[in-house]
């Protein structure tokens, strides 16, 4: 049988640093026990092992105060977390039209609930944010700005320090699911209010494992109240972090997994994981670029995007950011239509070549919108840590295969 290739790492990294199973199946076996809720040798243990997994988190995004992050499932967790936590009744709340579904369900559902008021910024055709249009759209009562860091659709990264100067001193919520351990995220010098990210994708780390960082001077509501092993006595939910905002027994298998997944990371150090996957997606553009029938969205420079790439099987050509045109694709629909349909072509990569891909809208509809790609969607290739030029090389030779 031959090798798969897996690149669907925009979903989630495949394979795990060793070090990541090892540390999963050293808390299993030799420590066991919950973390802060009692203070026996193995709770001390649990305690350590999960404060260490905060602060390599802290160290991974300049954090200063490691206890300013609060672990949760996943970055939807604590997306909807910091949403639902910050907005006050009457708020308005800016977005972006590159948004995943994880921002925009619970913020059109705020919006359907009368709670709030929404605006989405647009985006040109290759995913990034217009700037000057975002900066028109903020008002007295902005409570809120939530910015996609990279687009989990076409990679396109977008430029926090830009945004920050558009939108003032408003708190900025950051998605950084796409970026968080393969992309440089500096808190201060991005000045990310509140960073929501997820363990499983770039950070290298277990399902079920994520979190977010809150700024000093700013709170956030909990969503869940309960146990905290602290300050048992009272009734009311603690006010300090990250107990305020961490009830219930945490997933601190995973939380181990995530802790010794970043140490990887900060190893390997995040520069070095972001060239290497720059340099692939820099070889698969070149190798995809002039192939005939193949349109690719996004900013086509690997400098600009993450290592995902979006594409159709069909021939149209990119349209300057024209007025009238929302994005490349939804000019040309009726060509797309004699493409080879997008899960045609992802069943042909896996049964034909053994390569694993993402079709589809990527939970992230609006994306497509802005991109012209709805209601189809994609072929989304994204490339990962552990993915090498071989890898490369042969997709990029399976694609034009199927494009014969
Ligand atoms: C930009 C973005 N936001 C949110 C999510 C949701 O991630 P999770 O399933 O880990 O909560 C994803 C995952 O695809 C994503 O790419």
Redesign the pocket.
């Known amino acids: 049988m031959s090798k798969l290739i897996y690149l669907d790492n925009?979903?989630t990294s495949f394979p795990k640093p060793p070090q990541v199973q090892e540390a999963m199946v050293h808390y299993m076996n030799e420590v066991g026990a919950n973390p802060g809720r009692a203070g026996h040798t193995l709770s001390v243990r649990a305690s350590r092992i999960v404060q260490a997994a905060r602060e390599n988190i802290a160290g991974l995004f300049n954090i200063k105060d490691p206890s300013r992050i609060v672990f949760t499932l996943?970055?939807?967790?604590a997306?909807n977390t910091v949403i639902n936590g910050v907005v006050n009744p009457g708020d308005h709340v800016l977005t972006t039209s590159m948004e995943?579904n994880?921002?925009m369900r619970p913020l059109k559902h705020l919006e359907a609930a009368g709670m709030i008021t929404l605006t989405a910024a647009p985006c040109d055709y290759k995913g990034f944010l217009k700037i000057d249009e975002l900066e028109k759209m903020v008002r007295p009562e902005t409570a809120l700005v939530v910015v996609?860091h990279?687009?989990?659709v076409c990679g396109t990264i977008q430029n926090l320090k830009r945004i920050r100067e558009a939108i003032g001193p408003v708190p900025m919520l950051v998605?950084a699911?796409?970026t968080a351990g393969c992309f440089p995220i500096d808190v201060e010098a991005d000045s990310i209010d509140f960073l929501a990210f997820?363990g499983?994708?770039g950070m290298l780390g277990p399902q079920g494992t994520?979190g977010f960082y809150i700024r000093e001077g700013l709170t956030v509501r909990p969503l869940k109240r309960g146990g905290t092993g602290s300050l048992s006595e009272e009734m009311e939910q603690p006010e300090f972090l990250p107990d305020a905002l961490e009830s219930g027994t945490q997933n601190n298998v995973g939380i181990a997994g995530l802790g010794a997944a970043v140490e990887f990371v900060l190893k390997e150090g995040v520069e070095r994981i972001r060239k290497h996957e720059t340099d692939l997606t820099a070889d698969l553009l070149k190798r995809l670029y002039n192939a005939a029938g193949l349109t690719i969205y996004g900013p086509l420079d690997a400098e600009l995007q993450t290592a995902t790439l979006s594409f159709t099987f069909d021939s149209i050509m990119p349209m300057q950011d024209e007025p009238g045109f929302t994005g490349c694709g939804s000019i040309n629909l009726a060509w797309m239509e004699e493409g080879i349909p997008v899960d045609e072509a992802g069943d042909r990569l896996d049964d034909e070549h053994d390569i694993l891909v993402r079709v589809g809208l990527?939970?992230?509809p609006m994306a497509h919108k802005t991109l012209g790609t709805y209601p189809d969607g994609t072929v989304r290739l994204s490339v990962g840590y552990f993915n090498t030029p071989e890898d490369i090389a042969f997709a990029a030779n399976a694609i034009k295969k199927i494009l014969l």
């Not at 996943?74 to 967790?77: A, C, I, K, L, S």
């Open positions: 925009a979903a996943n970055v939807t967790e997306l995943h994880s921002v996609n990279a687009s989990n998605d699911a796409q997820t499983h994708k994520g990527h939970c992230a």
